[in-house]
T-cell receptor, first 116, second 110 residues
Framework: AQTVTQSQPEMSVQEAETVTLSCTYD???????LFWYKQPPSRQMILVIR??????QNATENRFSVNFQKAAKSFSLKISDSQLGDTAMYFC?????????????FGQGTRLTINP | DVKVTQSSRYLVKRTGEKVFLECVQD?????MFWYRQDPGLGLRLIYF???????EKGDIPEGYSVSREKKERFSLILESASTNQTSMYLC?????????FGSGTQLSVL
């Protein structure tokens, strides 16, 4: 079974700073996907970024980028020039590449607060 | 835009009651999921369905059942609610490797 671990329950930074959220995972699969989801106070889960394991290049979406280290099974999220609207719970998630229903396995979450 | 709608945002029930949580998606997705979210535990998969009338247990199915009579609707049933089922429940549907979530139902069992 796959597991995902987020070791930082809470983080807090000042607006405009850069922050990195950590995530490690355990799997014997070679082909899979990794995700970061954001959950603001509205409770709506929002996909931040997605990485395909067979791609060596790290995914980037505007101010959000990942550091994907496949051998170390590490998938951290970097948020540059942080904004107040980035305040949210952030979940790292794993999905095995397979036929049929694609299930997500989530980490425990990191509560990120951006201070003005 | 994909829309996944959960019928209730907040729900308060009594111990022993039968509880139905409803979820509807409007994108003709085959796969649908029920997760529960608890502080410090993240989201854990209760049940999922990959077609009408087809279902599979997730990681924590005990105390729950599901129903999928129509493609767009996936219901989570608590046969006899207990206080340890107080939680946030999130429904999702998926297309390939993209999941789309509802806004959640915060269920309190007293």
């Amino acid at each position: 079974a796959q597991t995902v671990t987020q070791s930082q329950p809470e983080m807090s930074v000042q607006e405009a700073e850069t922050v990195t959220l950590s995530c490690t995972y355990d799997t014997s699969e070679s082909n899979y996907y990794l995700f970061w989801y954001k959950q603001p106070p509205s409770r709506q889960m929002i996909l931040v970024i997605r990485q395909e394991a067979y791609k060596q290049q790290n995914a980037t979406e505007n101010r959000f980028s990942v550091n994907f280290q496949k051998a170390a099974k590490s998938f951290s999220l970097k948020i540059s020039d942080s904004q107040l609207g980035d305040t949210a719970m952030y979940f790292c998630a794993f999905m095995k590449h397979s036929q049929g229903a694609q299930k997500l396995v989530f980490g425990q979450g990191t509560r990120l607060t951006i201070n003005p | 835009d994909v829309k996944v709608t959960q019928s209730s945002r907040y729900l308060v029930k009594r111990t022993g009651e039968k509880v139905f949580l409803e979820c509807v998606q409007d994108m003709d997705h085959e796969n649908m999921f029920w997760y529960r979210q608890d502080p410090g535990l993240g989201l854990r998969l209760i049940y999922f369905s990959y077609d009408v009338k087809m279902k599979e247990k997730g990681d924590i199915p005990e105390g729950y059942s599901v129903s999928r009579e129509k493609k767009e609707r996936f219901s989570l049933i608590l046969e006899s609610a207990s206080t340890n089922q107080t939680s946030m429940y999130l429904c999702a549907s998926s297309f390939w490797n993209l999941l789309f979530f509802g806004s959640g139902t915060q269920l309190s069992v007293l």
